[in-house]
């Protein structure tokens, strides 16, 4: 059993109980080929929680910053973290998550960049879209619906794939695509809230 594994039981087993978790539309995710899961951001929790209740091994962009040190870079390396440098174009993190796509691997992403403080969904960031197009992934939404507060329900709720074809036949921006994304996420948002 791999670090990732046991991080994702001990994680999940210990959060679910906590959190009154409920998680919906798993069977949304292909159980195999490329995926971009894109969900909205509204707690440090959000990762494990999503790589918890998703049914395949999930790789995250994550802050430069969480990757300092040995043991940062260790720790975060064994749980399929990609290290990218926020506010400026980081074409290695790039190359990086375009080849976990490329192996047919799933990678899970944040569009608003940061998290939201009250809860409502932000603006996407380009980049998502970046992704979707330049891969053949499929791209399922996925919105968190709290609070993390001990005792109270919890949702995860995965969403039908956006529908990519017509967007790449199109040939749409990054700018549109992420917009696209995130009315799929805003839906989801507000049919479960």
């Not at 790039?94 to 969904?121: C, D, H, M």
Request: charged share 25%.
């Amino acid at each position: 059993m791999t670090l990732y594994q046991v991080a994702k039981n001990l994680v999940w087993y210990a959060l679910k109980p906590l959190y009154r978790m409920e998680v919906i539309g798993v069977e949304n995710i292909p159980k195999d080929g490329p995926v971009i899961i894109c969900s909205n951001h509204i707690s440090n929790f959000d990762p494990p929680v999503v790589g918890g209740s998703a049914p395949r091994v999930v790789h995250f962009l994550a802050k430069e910053e969480l990757f300092k040190g040995k043991f940062g870079k260790f720790l975060f390396s064994k749980l399929n973290a990609v290290p990218i440098k926020r506010g400026m174009k980081d074409r290695q993190a790039l190359r990086q998550a375009l080849n976990i796509l490329k192996e047919g691997k799933v990678l899970g992403l944040f569009p608003e960049g940061t998290r939201s403080k009250t809860g409502e969904l932000g603006e996407g960031l380009s980049g998502i879209g970046f992704f979707a197009l330049r891969s053949e992934a499929t791209v399922v939404p996925c919105v968190i619906v709290g609070p993390y507060k001990v005792g109270r329900r919890l949702k995860i709720v995965y969403g039908e794939p956006v529908k990519m074809d017509k967007l790449r036949e199109e040939k749409a921006s990054a700018k549109e695509t992420t917009e696209q994304i995130m009315q799929e996420i805003s839906k989801l948002q507000k049919k479960h809230a």
